[in-house]
């Protein structure tokens, strides 16, 4: 799963890894290792920044929120911002996938438009999306586990 040279960190991964998710934190820890080694370039786009970031604003739990600004320098992830070339893919995504919803086709947009190898996502059904590899953090639970 590592092996490729760019992947795509959707929200869910941060959620699970920044928030020690009993289930998947081990899986993020260990692809985090491996993706360090192997010199690979993590991005995601702005989209993930305001989703993992509402809970935090809610809970008014600056602490949280530092340590995903933090996480974001120190391994580090690149977080892409949305632009006309994102917005016009992520509206083509849509129509050819319907059941795509809005802030997904952004953060597939972002990746596709930025030439990235792989998408990394714990939403089963972006699986059906074939212009970018998808793979879900549950297999990387799988793949500890074997």
Known sequence: MTDF?????????????????????????AFLISARTKRSVLCTSVVSVMEFSVKPHVKNDKELLDRFRNFLLVFPVFPYDINFDIADRAAKLRAQYAFLKGLDALQ?????????????????????????????IEDLVQALLS
């Open 108 to 136: 597939l947009a972002a990746a596709i438009e930025h030439g990235c190898d792989a998408f990394l996502t714990n939403d089963r059904k972006l699986k059906a999306i074939k212009d970018i590899e998808v793979f879900l």
């Open 5 to 29: 040279e760019k992947t795509f960190l959707d929200t869910s991964f941060f959620i699970y890894h920044i928030e020690k998710d009993k289930r998947y934190a081990p899986a993020t820890r």
